[in-house]
């Protein structure tokens, strides 16, 4: 398995874009997770699905983010209208339900965000 | 409310020195702790939890509930230890949602 794949690994645009950032999890994970990371704030839990449904997107800043999971093999994290703010890196996160405790989360490479 | 304090963000010994990084926590209920890494261009990946009780790579980590800590600790540090460490906890009884610290740069010097 080649892991938890993002695309893109970069990006650059323009303030007022919208951006798409995309998640294929790991093959039979049940859990996704988006994680924001940047120098102020660290790692920040944006939302997570379970079995594709939303849990909890209380860590989602504003309306100008919104994520999906269609199916169990892809998820997206949209920003639109995209502000120099949100520049960071986006984490992709998948793991699985363990019995009695929190399964491993396995990340993908991240997506770096730069809002001009 | 649930909190992770890693107190250092750069922490810099010398090879073959011990290496404490210190991991706090406050949560009034029974939580899961972990350390995660990320060594240069590579993925943020598990180290160890504490209910494996395991040492992984030399690391050890004891879970104080007393002093609600869980620090990461080696006895002798090697250069390829150099990464960022973020200590992570998760509420024992909700599965899913991890709550990271803001990390620590550990640098070893040759």
């Known amino acids: 398995d080649a892991g938890v794949i993002q695309s893109p690994r970069h990006e650059v645009t323009e303030m007022g874009q919208e951006v798409t950032l995309r998640c294929k999890p790991i093959?039979?994970?049940?859990?996704l997770f988006w994680y924001r990371q940047t120098m102020m704030r660290g790692l920040e839990l944006l939302i997570y699905?379970?079995?594709?449904?939303?849990?909890?997107d209380s860590g989602m800043p504003e309306d100008r983010f919104s994520a999906k999971m269609p199916n169990a093999s892809f998820s997206t994290l949209k920003i639109q209208p995209s502000e120099p703010r949100d520049s960071a890196v986006y984490f992709c996160?998948?793991?699985?339900?363990?019995?009695?405790?929190?399964?491993?989360?396995?990340f993908g490479e991240g997506s770096r965000l730069t809002v001009l | 409310a649930q909190r992770v304090t890693q107190p250092e963000k750069l922490l810099s010994v010398f090879k073959g020195a011990p290496v404490e990084l210190k991991c706090n926590y406050s949560?009034?209920?029974?939580?899961?702790l972990f350390w995660y890494v990320q060594y240069s261009r590579q993925r943020l990946q598990l180290l160890l939890r504490h209910i494996s009780r395991e040492s992984i790579k030399g690391f050890t980590a004891d879970l104080n509930k007393g002093e609600t800590s869980f620090h990461l600790k080696k006895p002798f540090a090697q250069e390829e230890d150099s990464a960022m460490y973020y200590c992570a906890l998760t509420r024992g009884s909700t599965l899913g949602r991890l709550y990271f610290g803001r990390g620590t740069q550990l640098t070893v010097w040759p």
């Open positions: 996160a998948s793991s699985f339900f363990v019995s009695g405790g929190q399964g491993e989360l396995f």
């Open positions: 093959s039979g994970h049940d859990y």
């Open positions: 949560y009034s209920g029974s939580p899961e």
């Open positions: 699905f379970n079995n594709n449904v939303p849990i909890d």
